[in-house]
Antibody
Framework: QLQLQESGPGLAKPSETLSLTCTVS??????????WGWIRQPPGKGLEWIGS???????YYNPSLKSRVTVYVDTSKKQVSLKLTSVTAADTAVYYC????????????WGQGTLVTVSS | SYELTQPPSVSVSPGQTASITCSGD??????ASWYQQKPGQSPVLIIY???KRPSGIPERFSGSSSGNTATLTISGTQAMDEADYYC?????????FGGGTKLTVL
């Protein structure tokens, strides 16, 4: 079945760029029915959508993060990547990737998540 | 900006019915989804399009939506249902999550 796996450094320094990759397996990343989304969850807090991308490269982002976020896709590698610039301690969170329905806007399945800590 | 409001916590006795609400302006005119998250685990989609259950989700989970409120109902609540629950919708090109509700099965 479809699986998503996040990967990347678990530590980022303040003011630097956080970079993560989500690898999709068990299904096609080239689907007209789905976007691929990034969601984060600070320790002990709720979920926050970061942004989503279609396999064609079309993106849309959370307005609160838009100035610092880039999401891009590599269909040949079946990977979706996230870059978040100028990070601060407030960006410390578990970062999830998830398949994102284009029509009804639900997310599922989700990857296992990866914790990124922003600290000097 | 659009917001979704959930009660921080709900308690229920085993075997009873738990209801978790999610409030937002004219939420009934949008589609709501619900997610279950157990400690240390990723969220799992349990309701989408207000009322539909993905395959593999037990029938005791159901959803409804009307007016400004979407509701997740768990019938015959089991100890394994103790978790955080989040609602989610879409507004003005933004995906939004509620703040989450911790369900305690006493």
């Amino acid at each position: 079945q479809l699986q998503l796996q996040e990967s990347g450094p678990g530590l980022a320094k303040p003011s630097e760029t956080l970079s993560l990759t989500c690898t999709v397996s068990g299904g096609s990343i080239r689907s007209d029915s789905y976007y691929w989304g990034w969601i984060r969850q600070p320790p002990g807090k709720g979920l926050e959508w970061i942004g989503s991308i279609f396999y064609s490269g079309h993106t849309y982002y959370n307005p609160s993060l838009k100035s610092r976020v880039t999401v891009y896709v590599d269909t040949s590698k079946k990977q979706v990547s996230l870059k978040l610039t100028s990070v601060t301690a407030a960006d410390t969170a578990v970062y999830y990737c998830a398949r994102h329905s284009t029509v009804y806007n639900w997310f599922g399945p989700w990857g296992q998540g990866t914790l990124v800590t922003v600290s000097s | 900006s659009y917001e979704l409001t959930q009660p921080p916590s709900v308690s229920v006795s085993p075997g009873q019915t738990a209801s978790i609400t999610c409030s937002g302006d004219k939420l009934g005119e949008k589609y709501a989804s619900w997610y279950q998250q157990k400690p240390g685990q990723s969220p799992v989609l349990i309701i989408y399009q207000d009322t539909k259950r993905p395959s593999g989700i037990p029938e005791r989970f159901s959803g409804s939506s009307s007016g400004n409120t979407a509701t997740l109902t768990i019938s015959g609540t089991q100890a394994m249902d103790e978790a955080d629950y989040y609602c989610q919708t879409w507004d003005s090109s933004t995906e939004l999550f509620g703040g989450g509700t911790k369900l305690t099965v006493l």
